[in-house]
């Protein structure tokens, strides 16, 4: 070409053929001379084997240019250590010529497949896709790196790596809308991504550990607290009497669940710690955002359900327990009322129960404590929230087409609400009176319908969400057993019994179901794509740069040249440049 350095010296790829006695591969002589491709060592390179050619780009290649009819040469020559021989010791040595850092290496390779690139260790070291999720976005990570004498990377790599983290993850302080959530997301829960979207981390490899850690592990918290807290009942009350449960399921029953939620804070609270930014894509996940009242719920369960009196139990415990409820209410339910793209009517789903629930749960513990105006509050924000959101969800309003029209046990979340509210207004009120009957018809009728329906649950994938869908069992039971204590018969008293051992074996249940998935399967704790969507729409670019991002800088590009096995299709191989 006019204006280019002069071409090298003629590049030969020398492969003896299948007739002297060696493998497929060596088949054919290709010469390529200043550009010329020999047409009959071309053809029969084809005829006998399928070959593939690996080009190395770096980040700042050389123009190449090239037309239909030849390729021109690279300006400046080859090294020998850019050509690497795979898979055959037969393979010449291609070039002899002076070193050069700028060109390109080529690979040829010979097989019927092109293997996976696999990547170096300091690759993975230089891979910073999660560190847009971390809370000092890995720079504390780099400083004590330092310190330790560890080689940091190059000037040049770090730019490279730093772009890369822009386009896959949209760097800024912004989080997802909810109405990004809906579109990228699917499933009862949001939990699964479309299968036109891409994800802002890889797919195919494990997170670090706290990255896959998500709030809704609260939900084991819920189940097992809720367990003690019905032992304690059957234990206490008159219609259960003749069942003689000894204490010792209780005081049992209460310390798992004060170990398992002393285990599950301190590891969501390293989350915190370390992957900030991974829990607030969580507290603005429609679904998510409802479980960040477990918590509280736990903990009120768990001191509902203390071997000891609870009238015992200091006031303050209680405020303590009911500030952060409060603080969320004001948030979740201002949104509901006055936000665009969080009205209740948008975002409406079975979990919105747990941010109701919390104000009945709080009722009924500040009641039985001895307070009276507070729990009253409580109940009445929560019964006016309910009545709302109860709507919403049972008329299915054109604009709430998020809510799947399979049933999924996040349905039995619709029992809680009612269950809990009847228990919290008989223990305001002093005695089991119609206000709480009413409440407590409703969420036995939910409960029925729903159990009678139990083969629509079926072909669910387990996840821990499901956690939180026991509880509302144990609590009718509850409110069941409260309920035969005021009308005692055989009839109330072998309700009582028959829904408190359906809770019992849900629990026990779930809970192998959890330990298979944790230590056999150990898929307990898989991806969490939910929270590893892109700010906007991918585009096409988006795409590219996903794919560009799982070789770090270092761009690819595999040409395979398929086995024609017939002659025409030698001579067009041949006689078209443009196939060429």
């Known amino acids: ?6 071409s090298p010296e003629p590049l030969l790829l020398r492969v003896p053929s299948l007739a002297a006695g060696v493998s497929s591969m060596e088949a054919a002589d290709a010469v390529v001379s200043g550009g010329r491709t020999t047409k009959e060592a071309a053809a029969a390179s084809y005829a006998e084997t399928t070959s593939s050619v690996l080009i190395s780009v770096p980040s700042m290649p050389p123009v190449v240019r090239a037309n239909k009819a030849d ?5 400046v020559p080859l090294s020998e250590s850019m050509v690497e021989r795979v898979h055959h010791p037969a393979v010449p040595q291609l070039l002899k010529q ?4 700028s060109q390109p290496s080529l690979v040829v390779r010979v097989g019927g497949e092109v293997p996976a690139v696999l990547r170096s260790d300091s690759m993975r070291e230089r891979d910073r896709r999660f560190d847009h999720f971390k809370t000092f976005s890995g720079r504390l990570q780099r400083q004590l790196s330092s310190l330790r004498g560890v080689p940091q990377d190059t000037d040049v790599e770090q730019v490279a790596a730093s772009k890369i983290s822009e386009e896959d993850t949209d760097e800024d302080d912004a989080v997802p809308t909810a109405d990004r959530y809906f579109a990228a997301l699917e499933g009862p829960e949001l939990e699964t991504l479309r299968s036109t979207e891409v994800a802002v981390l890889p797919k195919d490899e494990t997170w670090p550990f706290l990255l896959r850690f998500p709030i809704s592990a609260f939900g084991m918290c819920l189940g097992v607290s809720s367990q003690a807290m019905l032992w304690k009942t059957l234990e206490s009350e008159p219609s259960t009497n003749f069942l003689h449960v000894h204490p010792a399921a209780n005081h049992v029953l209460w310390w798992i669940s004060v170990t398992l939620m002393v285990v599950v804070s301190i590891t969501y609270l390293l989350k915190v710690v370390f992957y900030f930014e991974a829990v607030r894509r969580e ?6 955002v409802n479980f960040f009242f477990a918590p509280s719920i736990a903990c009120l369960f768990l001191v509902k359900g203390v071997p000891h009196p609870v009238w015992e139990i200091h006031h303050v415990v209680w405020y303590l327990l009911m500030l952060p409820i409060l603080c969320l209410d004001l948030k979740i339910y201002g949104q509901w009322m006055s936000s665009g793209e969080r009205r209740l009517s948008k975002v409406a789903n079975p979990s919105n129960h747990l941010a109701v629930v919390g104000n009945f749960v709080g009722a009924l513990l500040g009641a039985r404590m001895g307070l009276r105006e ?18 919403t969800l049972y008329q299915r309003l054109p604009t709430n087409v998020q809510l799947p029209k399979e049933l999924h046990p996040v349905f039995f979340l619709f029992v809680a609400a009612p269950s809990v509210a009847s228990m919290a207004w008989a223990r305001i009120s002093g005695e089991f009176n119609d206000g709480a009957k009413l409440l407590y018809f409703i969420s036995l009728f939910l409960y ?17 969400a499901w956690w939180a869908y026991t509880f509302p069992m144990t609590s009718v039971a509850l409110a069941t057993v409260l309920y035969a204590s005021e009308v005692d018969n055989v009839l109330t008293r072998s309700l009582a019994v028959g829904l408190s051992g359906i809770a019992v074996v849900t629990v026990t249940g779930v809970l192998a179901t959890t330990m298979y998935h944790a230590f056999l399967r150990k898929d307990l704790f898989p991806n969490d794509v939910s929270i590893a969507i892109t700010r906007q729409r991918p ?6 740069a996903h794919l560009r991002s799982s070789s770090s800088d270092v761009k690819e590009l ?3 040249i398929p086995n024609l096995s017939s002659s025409s299709k030698q001579g067009a191989y041949c006689n078209d440049a443009s196939s060429n």
Do not use: D, E, Q, T
Request: charged share 10%; hydrophobic share 55%.
């Open 374 to 391: 507070l729990p009253i509050f409580f109940f009445g924000v929560g019964l006016a929230h309910y009545a709302v959101l109860f709507v």
């Open 98 to 101: 002076a070193r050069h850092h």
């Open 283 to 288: 507290f603005h996940h429609p679904v998510r």
């Open 1 to 6: 070409m006019p204006g280019c350095a002069p």
């Open 448 to 464: 029925v319908s729903l159990v009678v329906r139990v083969n629509l649950f079926r072909g669910f994938r387990f996840s821990l």
């Open 558 to 560: 595999v040409l395979s």
């Open 539 to 544: 585009k096409f670019s988006k795409i590219l």
């Open 71 to 75: 390729v021109s040469a690279p300006a």
